[in-house]
């Protein structure tokens, strides 16, 4: 049996802490730092997760995890010039895998401070960089070039928590686990989301692009390791807004659709246009950008307070604006982990852009979900699997 000693455990009351096997070796290395038990379950959800979009899409993917569900979750496509500004990126020429992480940080930034990264390929200088700019607790990837480790180890004076895993690890196809002192047992979830999972699409629009596809794969990959009840948002390869471990799926629909809402209006000429003040950090910046397009925008304005932030008093971004801005958004997939029970979900996505639908279907109101997404001329597809995690 192998083991890793761990600080401790959910909690710093909770000790004696660990992670092992009982028979084999562990299928990670610790580079650098001393990750700790949740630090753990984010890297091995997360790796799950990059890994299955690298091996359903054969793009590099990169995830920002955070409390064992994903903050976001994209694939390594270009950046455009609005997604650098937003996303902070870095000027020049990147890796696609740092695209993929600078992506998937950026579909929601106020969720990702502290973020665990997970990478689907080798981490490279690129991404390295990225990573030192960030508030970020560590990083799991296959690999790192020497260059590449030599970054990381210099953030948060050497701790900075490194660990690489072996690409080619299988687990076990019985899993368990102890919840109060009882054990479980289950086999492991290995389904593989390809685009056989798409063919029954139930409504009258039945055109569906790749890059359609692509977002609608992406989608239920990211559900598949996000704490159910759960609903993501999709758009051009990337998540722009995730809705995890709700009661209700409506609840979930909106909180993911509000998150959807907000990436949207990030690009917003005025927020783009904001002027911050020199040496502003990352995190501050994040965080008044958000007050910013929120109903909260008048304590970023109010006298005494903007002035911390902006070189100049920004004009207020108004219900109107905010309204007619997110009317414009389009091409969005909208995944749920399971059926959309009622019509009001599909009514919902429709309010953030969304003209794609994902889901298990199986309600007793199929009907009704096809009859809304028909009003709204949307391609839904129906798989025939629930995605619950937990």
Same mark, same amino acid.
């Given at each position: 049996?192998?083991?890793?000693?761990?600080?401790?455990?959910?909690?710093?009351?909770?000790?004696?802490?660990?992670?092992f096997?009982?028979?084999?070796?562990?299928?990670?290395?610790?580079?650098?730092?001393?990750?700790?038990?949740?630090?753990?379950?984010?890297a091995?959800?997360?790796?799950q997760?990059?890994?299955?979009?690298?091996?359903?899409?054969?793009?590099?993917a990169?995830?920002?995890?955070?409390?064992v569900?994903?903050?976001?979750?994209?694939?390594?496509?270009?950046?455009?010039?609005v997604?650098?500004?937003?996303?902070?990126?870095?000027?020049?020429?990147?890796?696609?895998?740092?695209?993929?992480?600078?992506?998937?940080?950026?579909?929601d930034?106020?969720?990702s401070?502290?973020?665990?990264?997970?990478l689907?390929?080798?981490?490279?200088?690129?991404?390295?960089?990225?990573?030192a700019?960030e508030?970020?607790?560590?990083?799991?990837?296959?690999?790192?070039?020497?260059?590449?480790?030599?970054?990381?180890?210099?953030?948060?004076?050497?701790?900075?928590?490194?660990?690489?895993?072996?690409?080619?690890?299988?687990?076990?196809?019985?899993?368990?686990?102890?919840?109060?002192g009882?054990t479980?047992?289950?086999?492991?979830?290995?389904?593989?989301?390809?685009e056989?999972?798409?063919?029954?699409?139930?409504?009258?629009?039945?055109?569906?692009?790749?890059q359609?596809?692509?977002?609608?794969?992406?989608?239920?990959?990211?559900?598949?390791?996000?704490?159910?009840?759960?609903?993501?948002?999709?758009?051009?390869?990337?998540?722009?807004?995730?809705?995890?471990g709700?009661?209700?799926?409506?609840?979930?629909?909106?909180?993911?659709?509000?998150?959807?809402?907000?990436?949207?209006?990030?690009?917003?000429?005025?927020?783009?246009?904001?002027?911050? &003040? /020199?040496? !502003?950090?990352? $995190?501050?910046?994040?965080?008044?950008? *958000? =007050?910013? +397009?929120?109903?909260?925008?008048?304590?970023?304005?109010?006298?005494?307070?903007?002035q911390?932030?902006?070189?100049?008093?920004?004009?207020?971004?108004?219900?109107?604006?905010?309204k007619?801005?997110?009317?414009?958004l389009?091409?969005?997939?909208?995944?749920?982990?399971?059926?959309?029970?009622?019509?009001?979900?599909?009514?919902?996505?429709?309010?953030?852009? &969304? /003209?794609? !639908?994902?889901? $298990?279907?199986?309600?007793?109101?199929? *009907? =009704?979900? +096809?009859?809304?997404?028909?009003?709204?001329?949307?391609?839904?597809?129906?798989?025939?699997?629930?995605?619950?995690?937990?």
């Amino acid at each position: 049996m192998t083991e890793l000693e761990l600080k401790y455990g959910c909690n710093p009351n909770q000790k004696p802490a660990r992670i092992f096997m009982e028979q084999g070796e562990l299928p990670l290395a610790v580079l650098n730092g001393r990750p700790g038990y949740i630090n753990f379950m984010d890297a091995l959800n997360s790796w799950q997760l990059v890994k299955a979009l690298k091996k359903a899409t054969g793009l590099p993917a990169a995830a920002s995890f955070k409390h064992v569900s994903p903050a976001g979750a994209a694939l390594g496509l270009p950046l455009s010039d609005v997604e650098r500004q937003i996303y902070l990126a870095p000027e020049g020429d990147l890796s696609p895998i740092a695209c993929a992480y600078v992506r998937a940080r950026g579909a929601d930034r106020l969720c990702s401070f502290g973020d665990w990264a997970a990478l689907s390929d080798v981490c490279d200088a690129d991404t390295a960089r990225v990573l030192a700019e960030e508030v970020s607790d560590g990083v799991i990837a296959p690999g790192y070039t020497d260059e590449a480790l030599a970054i990381l180890k210099t953030k948060r004076k050497g701790g900075y928590n490194v660990i690489q895993i072996d690409p080619n690890y299988t687990p076990a196809p019985i899993e368990r686990r102890n919840i109060f002192g009882i054990t479980f047992e289950q086999g492991y979830n290995d389904l593989a989301i390809t685009e056989d999972m798409l063919t029954n699409i139930v409504t009258e629009n039945k055109t569906l692009s790749q890059q359609a596809k692509n977002d609608m794969m992406l989608a239920l990959i990211t559900l598949k390791y996000t704490q159910s009840n759960s609903v993501c948002y999709v758009k051009n390869g990337q998540t722009i807004g995730v809705g995890a471990g709700q009661q209700s799926r409506i609840h979930c629909t909106r909180l993911a659709g509000d998150k959807a809402d907000i990436w949207w209006l990030r690009q917003h000429p005025k927020v783009l246009g904001l002027q911050f &003040v /020199d040496g !502003i950090r990352r $995190p501050n910046r994040d965080n008044a950008i *958000d =007050l910013y +397009i929120s109903e909260e925008h008048d304590d970023v304005l109010a006298e005494g307070v903007w002035q911390t932030t902006f070189k100049v008093k920004p004009d207020v971004l108004t219900q109107e604006e905010k309204k007619a801005w997110i009317a414009q958004l389009s091409g969005v997939t909208v995944g749920s982990d399971a059926f959309f029970p009622f019509g009001d979900n599909v009514e919902r996505a429709r309010k953030s852009g &969304v /003209d794609y !639908i994902v889901q $298990p279907g199986g309600s007793i109101r199929d *009907d =009704l979900v +096809i009859e809304t997404a028909n009003k709204y001329n949307m391609v839904m597809a129906f798989t025939g699997i629930r995605l619950f995690h937990h």
